[in-house]
């Protein structure tokens, strides 16, 4: 798995912001941005493409513009994580749409999401991974890849990453994320 570096040299690109809070909150399902790190979406912003990057994830990412169960589990074990000080921002984001924050684990711990048990160790780093990328890559067992990551300078969106998922009809896109859920 690959990350972006969100400061380069001692030119902070934006402010470094982690993309999920400490905050006790439940996270909504329908809210497009949730895995998103702030300073990816402003880099789209910037360069006028982010109707590209919100449809990438509508399509990509989400589920008939909502957040599959597991997604959120995933959301709400980063948020618990971050509150024990378990897990800190890395200071980089996931190079693959939606972008999301890439954390760094400073203890050694675990969770589950559906059955499947998810350790990492001290230095180990963890990134939601989007539906396509889960069904694109066999052995990813959940939302998340977890393990040293290298830094890179682009950043790509999932039918990029994906080409033959983007040439699937929406019906055969949902078949293939149904297959997710078995």
Not at 76 to 102: A, C, N
Not at 113 to 121: L, Q, R, T
Not at 143 to 167: E, H, N, Q
């Amino acid at each position: 798995m690959y990350d972006v570096l969100k400061a380069q040299g001692n030119d902070l690109l934006f402010p470094v912001a982690a993309g999920i809070s400490l905050a006790a909150l439940a996270p909504q399902p329908d809210d497009l941005w949730l895995f998103t790190d702030p300073t990816a979406k402003e880099l789209y912003t910037q360069q006028n493409k982010i109707d590209q990057l919100q449809e990438d994830i509508s399509r990509y990412a989400m589920c008939n513009g909502q957040w599959a169960a597991n997604d959120l589990k995933f959301f709400s074990e980063v948020q618990r994580l971050l509150r024990d000080r378990t897990l800190i921002p890395k200071g980089t984001f996931g190079y693959l749409s939606p972008h999301p924050t890439v954390y760094r684990a400073v203890r050694e711990s675990a969770f589950e999401i559906a059955g499947h048990k998810f350790n990492f160790e001290i230095g180990g780093d963890l990134v939601f991974e989007p539906w396509v990328a889960r069904a694109s890559t066999p052995g990813i067992a959940g939302p998340v890849r977890i393990g040293k990551f290298r830094t890179v300078t682009s950043f790509r969106l999932c039918r990029d990453a994906f080409p033959r998922a983007s040439m699937l009809c929406d019906k055969a896109l949902e078949i293939l994320r149904r297959t997710l859920r078995s």
